[in-house]
C-alpha cells in the first residue's frame, strides 16, 4: 500500500466507544466504493483483493479526544482521498449521533453491527490466528461482537478464541 491520507475526527462519543470508528470508517469507505470489509477494519473487493487498509489511532488534546484515521492504498487504485474522507466522515458522524441516542449502550458497534454483518467477508470461512507473526490457532470465523472482537470456533471445534483487533490478526486460508 503506498498512498493514502490522514485525517482526524472527533466524535462525540465517550473515549471507550472510540474502538469503534475504525470499522465505522471502514463500513463507510466500502459503501463508497461498493466493496466489503475484511475483519476488522480492512477494505477489500467483492473477491476479498485489499483496496484500503484503516488505521486509527486515539487520543486527547486541548480540543478534547480525537481519533487520528489513515486510510492507505495502492497508488494504482487512483482513488480519490477526498471522496474516502468524505464516506469515513460521514459514516462516523452518522454513528456518532446513534451513539448519543443511546444506541450503543451494548457496545460501541451495536449500532452498525448489522451493516457491519451484511458487508463483511469471510464469515463462515476458515482462518489462521496470528499474534507476532506465528499461528496461534486454526478454525472457522464464526462471529463478530458489538466491541468489534472476532470470534474463531478453533479447528478441534470444541473451543473458540475470541480475539480483539488489538491482540490478534487473522489471515484466511
Given at each position: 500500500m503506498g498512498v493514502g491520507t490522514s485525517f482526524t475526527l472527533r466524535p462525540a462519543v465517550p473515549m471507550g466507544h472510540m474502538t469503534g470508528v475504525p470499522h465505522v470508517c471502514a463500513l463507510g469507505i466500502a459503501r463508497e466504493l461498493e466493496a466489503?470489509?475484511?475483519?476488522?477494519?480492512e477494505v477489500v473487493g467483492r473477491d476479498g483483493e485489499p483496496l484500503v487498509r484503516v488505521d486509527a489511532r486515539a487520543g486527547y488534546d486541548d480540543e478534547g479526544v480525537f481519533v487520528r484515521c489513515d486510510l492507505t492504498w495502492d497508488d494504482e487504485r487512483g482513488f480519490d482521498a477526498d471522496a474516502l474522507e468524505s464516506a469515513a466522515s460521514q459514516a462516523v458522524q452518522g454513528w456518532a449521533q446513534d451513539v448519543s441516542g443511546g444506541r450503543a449502550v451494548a457496545g460501541p458497534l451495536a449500532p452498525v453491527l448489522s451493516d457491519y454483518f451484511d458487508t463483511l467477508l469471510g464469515m463462515g470461512e476458515r482462518v489462521e490466528v496470528?499474534?507476532?507473526?506465528?499461528?496461534?490457532?486454526?478454525?472457522?470465523l464464526i462471529a463478530v461482537d458489538v466491541w468489534g472482537r472476532a470470534t474463531v470456533r478453533l479447528a478441534n471445534g470444541s473451543q473458540e478464541l475470541e480475539i480483539a483487533p488489538e491482540q490478534a490478526r487473522l489471515r484466511y486460508v
Open positions: 466489503r470489509v475484511r475483519w476488522p477494519h496470528l499474534r507476532g507473526g506465528r499461528v496461534i490457532g486454526e478454525g472457522t
